[in-house]
């Protein structure tokens, strides 16, 4: 180093200080720049360049002119928007919430400790990773279950059923009844789709629905919120009557009339209930931000002379963070179940297999062929159950605060 | 005299009362009311008062942490020492007159101190990032010397430079209290503002923080406004002492001498409230009557009048101290209508069972509020006695109006000016205006 820093804080020379760098990016956001905006990129082009029957990647194969070497690899995708959204949001998610846990290892390792107090919390969170790692690579391994009328109400392994409801038993048939066997190990549906494959291709959508209705609820929550608590007086009071319209508002309702005027996918879904759905999330944030913002350690950064924009955004917001996260994991269910019921009267989106479809399909068959309602449902009962422990834990174990008090 | 390094002139604070649905303006909450003083280079003044007399509030002022209503704030540390005021009459080195940039540049030069350690830091940041930070937020951009200034800084204050990296619910409260000395101290201020910083403390971790804000004041000379309640912590680390009675300092003046020879009834009672280790002199502490008043309406005159041991006597009256204190008093709760002759009933008619007469009634007054039988005031005690009879018939306006025009101080109507009990020592107290003097001489002949 040609000029020694000065080390320690009664040398520094403040009104002569030249700084190493110019503004730095964090490696959050390289990161994030690095593999979300490709990803965008990609969405952009699927959107504008792209005809409706063609192959995403096939086309982008011909634009690059490598055709040949994307068909040696296999890369013959055709991610819809919704994917597309689905993948920029799972960079979100470990950029900037899985990434900081391992910087900052000493925190993860007290909220890891507190965190595991809680068992079903702990088995909740595994029973979500299983969907979460399904739900990503599940539909690269598992093709779309695709109908096979000879192949219907087959039973699952080790279950039968009368052979009366089966065209062709594909397992062996023994007192009259069909067997299962591990070709179908969770069974048929009526049209011979396998259940298991619904069943994973229904954890993306799950999942979807979980990551992007979050990211979209809390972008413009934890905005809308710290806004209005920050900015105060009468534009805090105009941003919350906008929000008490916002909760009011009869989100079911609207999104039918899109469905029976422009027909409604999943994307429309996502995005109808995600704009309409953060109401609750900016009033807790606002009413969070509120109280940290009384707090000492936020008078001490504004005392030495930190803009607001920093002290919001390395101090209140991370502190909003526990019960932001709680919140979020308890409105996610709400959605599902929302999805599901949609599905299950028959007006949700029908090119996507989602677990309500699934339920959907077998009621006809509940009194001879219950796994087709049984295997979807528990999945779907699982999850949300799953989802409202996880909320629940989170809370008690980001909370060092409560925890330091109460040692006291 | 050399230049003060701060100097605060007619500090006012009011926080607006409004109500209704167009937020009118109703009234205002008088926090800090006017207040003066200058500390010196190296020079520690105490702020001491009880709760809500406004000290906080006058320190938040201080360091614009709150902008304050009037007055001015003259900083003349950090660089800025020689300046003189401009033609229009304003300082260039106010601090309520700061605009942005400046104020950045002043908030390296005064830091401040926080009362509660626990929620002084922010919980989800290391400690080390919490200090470091006011480097970052003043220009220092390199982070390994960021974190050589911070380590070295916490093993100024008696802890390790390993802690850097430990989060705020791993150390103890005194602990927590010396990494805030050394979040003060990181940017080199010349002025530090400490509010209440042991009153969170154990007894034998608050004299060990105690000393080391007293080491490293004499290691970096910093000025030091010392915010406490608590007059042993003020006699320890404080040069001066200025003590605060409902948003207005009553006395100012040298620790030692305040402490020797206080003039301030206030002041009196303030120090007879410290514990003293020998049994013999316990339990003549002066104990202060009736509730402290609202800052919002505060007591005309002098404001302490209303609590006031030592309160003055009009020229007709020859009471003894403590009877005028109760009668006042007394005054005081029928004119709040705070008085309910039902309650007195009750408890008469509880002892023996039966009507009670006009008399036992007056009687049970007297005892309730500590009232001797009879004055040793003969016309005091005419008006008492036609006020109880008025009293005990429901007739409670005109009791009112005999007791507010009968029983009078002084103190209610004039507000005393400073008196000036030599080198810097002032108070400002009826009992020692020219006023008062020539009330005495009068009495005298």
Redesign the interface.
């Known amino acids: 180093m040609a000029t020694q ?6 040398q ?1 020379d ?1 009104d002569n ?1 030249t ?3 110019r503004f ?1 990016i964090s490696i959050n956001m390289k990161l994030l720049l690095v593999t979300g905006v490709p990803v965008l990129l990609l969405g952009l082009y699927d959107h504008f360049l792209v005809g409706d029957r063609e192959a995403t990647f096939v086309r982008l194969g011909e634009d690059l002119g490598l055709s040949s070497q994307f068909e040696a690899l296999g890369l013959d995708f055709n991610p819809t928007s919704v994917d597309i959204l689905f993948v920029f949001t799972i960079f979100l998610f470990l950029w900037y919430l899985v990434l900081p846990l391992y910087q ?1 290892m ?2 993860t390792k ?1 909220y890891w400790k507190e965190f595991k107090r809680n068992r079903p919390a702990v088995i909740s969170l595994i029973w979500l990773t299983i969907i979460f790692v399904g739900g990503v690579l599940g539909p690269f391994f598992v093709a779309m279950p695709e109908q096979d009328l000879f192949a219907a109400y087959q039973p699952p392994v080790f279950g039968s059923i009368d052979q009366v409801h089966v065209n062709q038993c594909v397992g062996e048939i023994s007192d009259g009844r069909c067997q299962g066997t591990w070709e179908y190990p969770l069974g048929t549906t009526r049209g011979g789709q396998d259940v298991l494959a619904m069943v994973i291709h229904g954890m993306t959508v799950t999942m979807q629905i979980a990551f992007i209705t979050t990211m979209i609820v809390a972008a413009i929550g934890i905005t809308f919120g710290t806004v209005s608590a920050y900015a105060g007086g009468w534009v805090d009071e105009i941003m919350m009557r906008f929000v008490d319209i916002v909760l009011s508002f009869p989100t079911l309702l609207f999104f039918l009339l899109i469905l029976y005027i422009y027909g409604a996918g999943l994307g429309m879904f996502i995005l109808v209930f995600g704009l309409f759905g953060w109401g609750a999330t900016a009033r807790y944030v606002r009413s969070k931000a509120l109280s940290v913002s009384e ?3 936020v ?8 803009g607001t924009y ?1 002290i919001v955004r ?2 209140v917001v ?2 909003t ?1 526990s019960s932001i996260i709680t919140q979020l994991t308890l409105i996610i269910p709400g959605f599902l179940l929302a999805e599901a019921q949609l599905a299950f009267l028959g007006i949700g989106d029908t090119a996507v297999p989602t677990w309500g479809q699934a339920i959907s399909s077998g009621r006809n068959a509940i009194d001879f062929a219950p796994w087709i309602v049984l295997v979807p449902g528990m999945a779907l009962f699982l999850t949300i159950l799953a989802f409202n422990f996880l909320g629940d834990a989170i809370l008690d174990a980001l909370n ?2 409560a ?3 109460s040692e006291k | 005299m050399t230049e003060p390094i701060l100097s605060v002139r007619n500090l006012k604070k009011h926080y607006p009362l409004k109500k209704g649905l167009f937020n009118r303006q109703v009234g205002a909450v008088k926090a800090v009311d006017g207040i003066s003083f200058d500390i010196a280079p190296g020079e520690t003044l105490g702020l001491v008062g009880e709760s809500g007399c406004g000290k906080s509030t006058a320190a938040t002022s201080i360091i614009r942490l709150e902008d304050p209503t009037e007055g001015e704030v003259v900083f003349n540390g950090g660089g800025r020492a020689g300046a003189t005021r401009r033609e229009d009459g304003t300082h260039p080195n106010d601090v309520t007159k700061f605009n942005k940039r400046e104020l950045k540049r002043f908030r390296r030069d005064a830091q401040m101190i926080f009362q509660d350690p626990s929620s002084s830091f922010n919980p989800r940041m290391p400690v080390g990032d919490s200090v470091g930070e006011l480097l970052q937020v003043h220009g220092m951009k390199n982070r390994a010397q960021r974190r050589a200034i911070v380590g070295d800084l916490l093993e100024r204050v008696g802890l390790s430079a390993d802690d850097y990296d430990r989060y705020p619910h791993e150390f103890s409260g005194g602990q927590k209290q010396r990494i805030g000395l050394a979040r003060a101290l990181v940017l080199n201020p010349d002025f530090i503002v400490a509010d209440e910083p042991v009153s969170a403390l154990d007894v034998s971790v608050k004299a060990e923080v105690l000393s080391l804000i007293n080491d490293v004041q004499e290691e970096f000379g910093l000025s030091i406004l010392f915010i406490s309640h608590d007059m042993s912590v003020i006699r320890s680390v404080c040069d001066r002492v200025a003590v605060m009675y409902l948003g207005e300092i009553v006395e100012i003046g040298d620790t030692d001498e305040i402490f020797a020879d206080p003039q301030h009834p206030y002041t009196e009672a303030l120090l007879s409230s410290i514990p003293t280790p020998n049994p013999r002199i316990r339990g003549e502490g002066i104990e202060l009557t009736g509730t402290v008043p609202s800052p919002s309406n505060p007591p005309s005159g002098c404001r302490f009048h209303t609590r006031c041991h030592k309160v003055i006597q009009p020229d007709q009256l020859d009471l003894e101290q403590e009877v005028w204190r109760r009668l006042l008093d007394f005054t005081q709760y029928v004119e709040k209508g705070e008085f309910d002759i039902d309650d007195i009933r009750e408890t008469v008619t509880l002892d023996d069972e039966h009507d009670p007469t006009e008399e036992e009634l007056k009687e049970q007054i007297r005892d309730e509020y500590d009232l001797p039988m009879t004055l040793t005031d003969a016309s005091a005690e005419q008006v008492l006695n036609e006020a109880l009879d008025n009293l005990v018939t429901d007739n409670e306006a005109a009791a009112t109006e005999q007791l507010t025009s009968e029983f009078t101080t002084p103190c209610a109507e004039t507000k005393p000016d400073y008196t000036t009990h030599g080198d810097g020592h002032r108070s400002s107290c009826l009992l020692h205006d020219e006023y008062a003097e020539a009330e005495v001489a009068l009495s005298d002949d």
């Open positions: 820093k000065p080390t320690k804080f009664d520094v403040w200080l700084g190493s760098g730095k900052n000493r925190m007290y707090e000492e350690f008078k001490a950064t504004k005392i030495s002379g930190a920093r390395r101090h991370p502190n963070a060092p605060e925890e330091a008090e």
